[in-house]
């Protein structure tokens, strides 16, 4: 074949070629065509709902990225259009460009090859459909943001104020169903999601009149394990609740410390929850006169049996006064078993006030509680005192272990010990603060437990101690803590999460042989973990080593705020 004829043939074949892509065209176009008043009306209502969103989030300090379920349809939507666009307009451009035999070649190649098609085709189209259609439904499926006709009534009452929110789980019998609608009709009132934050997963009717009132959902708080702890001759696995880095590992540190050391020990020295009523006289006598009838020991027989009947497990141990002026404060102390017993010290003082009043009747009860008792508050009367359980905890730390587990000596420990935590915090006029980190581990236990996080300032009450013996050699270390208020029976210990925390310990329930037994374990645990913290945060201290540590464990890299 001569150059002119294989030039002419050449030729042809791109014709051929051209017009059959040109003839092929409508064809490919037919497939995906739809009526375009249509679909220019939902692109442009798309594109005016995504600016008017981002203007509102820029108004509102709002990150660009935090997206609700709306917004991701309109997204979707939006990448949708363009896919159709570029099908309607680049279709023709495309499909009429000439091809060489080698770019022909390649185009069926590219067609016959899974990784993707630089062609858009029929069966393209309709499969980009299919996965965005699937995509949208998966969406609404997984965020559970389907409302219903029946919803959307309870939502529109509570929202416009017909139907209060706190009494949704009454009126619909249904707690997680409530708490879904009062989700939605928050959202819609506050114009702020709430995307992020948990609905399912939670028994919502094991925190009804219990633990948490008008509930949206729950928050989520990694759990980590420190130990075992060699306590009193038996190991425990510590469950603490935590988002402090740096802080389970420091403990597990501490508690491996103790274990090589051959473990701690602990001593339970007060266990009685206290209740502080204040009544006011018309005078400062008659107040005086109350006062020396509540300490006169031949009463207290009396005034206990009054105060029992509250409970099975209620005993009323002691009874203190103060006087203000005309007013009197009494401090009741009582034992109350395995729970942590706020409300069954409570029972037991409004049953002696109405015996008292018979007497005394001239005795105005301000309150049930004056603030003496004292709870949730740093006080003295605490520290001195004690409310709840009672605990010093100890261990001897051989000079080997400071040094290869704890990488200290024991003369650095014990000064910094003495300038930092008994020192320092006298300078700092500290109340009950004696020490360098306890409400660290107090809290993540607490957490972990099902306790009061409240009551973790009083709880946290410790002062640390840090000697020298066997010579100089070895290190004797103690944690003496006045108030630590715990309970294994009642409010935040029945949920399931912190029941099996409980369970971990071996303290869940109610102790059947031992009255309040599980309770007074919990305590001298949660001593002795604070013992294993001080031990190695000290340490750290000691070693020049807190820095490092945190920005080890304490920092991350990772961009948080990056959608996934």
């Not at 858009?120 to 995509?135: L, N, P, W, Y």
């Not at 203000?324 to 037991?348: E, H, P, Q, W």
């Not at 009367?381 to 272990?401: F, L, M, T």
């Not at 031992?514 to 001298?524: E, H, I, M, P, V």
Request: net charge negative; with cysteine; hydrophobic share 40%.
């Amino acid at each position: 074949m001569g150059k002119a004829q294989f030039d002419q043939h050449s030729d042809d074949q791109m014709l051929k070629t051209e017009n059959k892509k040109m003839v092929d065209s409508p064809k490919a176009f037919d497939a995906i065509s739809i009526p375009m008043g249509i679909f220019f009306t939902v692109f442009f209502s798309v594109v005016y709902y995504l600016l008017i969103r981002w203007r509102e989030k820029i108004r509102n300090s709002t990150p660009l990225h935090v997206v609700n379920m709306s917004e991701m349809a309109a997204i979707i939507t939006f990448f949708a259009s363009c896919i159709y666009l570029l099908g309607f307009f680049g279709m023709n451009f495309v499909q009429a460009t000439p091809f060489t035999e080698t770019e022909e070649e390649d185009e069926l190649e590219e067609e016959t090859t899974p990784c993707g098609a630089s062609i858009i085709r029929e069966s393209d189209i309709v499969s980009v459909k299919e996965v965005m259609k699937k995509e949208v439904e998966t969406v609404i499926v997984a965020t559970d943001t389907i409302v219903t006709e029946e919803d959307e009534e309870v939502i529109q009452a509570v929202v416009s104020g017909r139907t209060p929110s706190y009494s949704l789980e009454s009126k619909l019998g249904d707690c997680k169903r409530a708490a879904f609608i009062r989700r939605v009709a928050l959202e819609r009132i506050t114009g702020k999601s709430l995307e992020g934050l948990p609905l399912e997963g939670l028994d919502y009717e094991s925190i009804l009149g219990q633990c948490c009132e008008m509930p949206v959902g729950y928050v989520q708080i990694p759990v980590g394990i420190a130990g075992p702890l060699l306590l009193d001759g038996m190991e425990f696995s510590v469950p603490m609740a935590t988002t402090e880095g740096c802080l389970v590992a420091s403990t597990n540190r501490g508690c491996k410390a103790i274990y090589v050391s051959g473990g701690a020990t602990s001593v339970l020295l007060k266990d009685g929850m206290t209740r502080a009523p204040v009544v006011r006289f018309a005078t400062a006598k008659r107040a005086a006169d109350l006062k020396f009838f509540l300490e006169e020991p031949l009463n207290f027989e009396t005034l206990a049996s009054v105060f029992n009947k509250s409970s099975r497990f209620g005993r009323l141990q002691t009874i203190r006064c103060a006087i203000a002026g005309k007013n009197l404060y009494i401090r009741f102390t009582c034992s109350t078993g395995d729970a942590m017993g706020m409300n069954m010290v409570s029972k037991g003082v409004q049953n002696v006030l109405e015996y008292l009043q018979a007497d005394f009747p001239d005795m105005d009860v301000i309150g049930i509680s004056g603030n003496y008792c004292s709870d949730k508050k740093p006080a003295a009367v605490n520290w001195i005192e004690g409310r709840g359980k009672s605990v010093v905890c100890e261990a001897v730390i051989p000079e080997e272990v400071v040094k290869k587990v704890l990488k200290t000596d024991v003369a650095s420990l014990v000064e910094l010990n003495m300038l930092k935590n008994l020192t320092g915090s006298a300078m700092a006029g500290a109340l009950g603060g004696f020490n360098a980190h306890a409400s660290n581990i107090v809290s993540a236990v607490y957490l972990a437990t099902g306790q009061d996080p409240a009551q973790n300032v009083e709880s946290s009450h410790c002062i640390t101690m840090m000697e020298a013996v066997n010579g100089g050699k070895d290190l004797h270390v103690s944690v003496t803590m006045p108030s630590i208020e715990v309970g294994t029976v009642g409010g935040g210990t029945q949920l399931a999460s912190q029941s099996a925390c409980l369970n971990l310990l071996g303290v869940k329930g109610a102790n059947k042989e031992c009255a309040g037994g599980n309770a007074r374990q919990l305590a001298k645990v949660v001593a002795g973990s604070v013992l294993a913290g001080e031990l190695s945060l000290m340490s750290a201290i000691a070693a020049g080593q807190l820095v490092k540590s945190h920005m080890k464990y304490n920092r991350s890299s990772k961009d948080v705020s990056a959608k996934p």
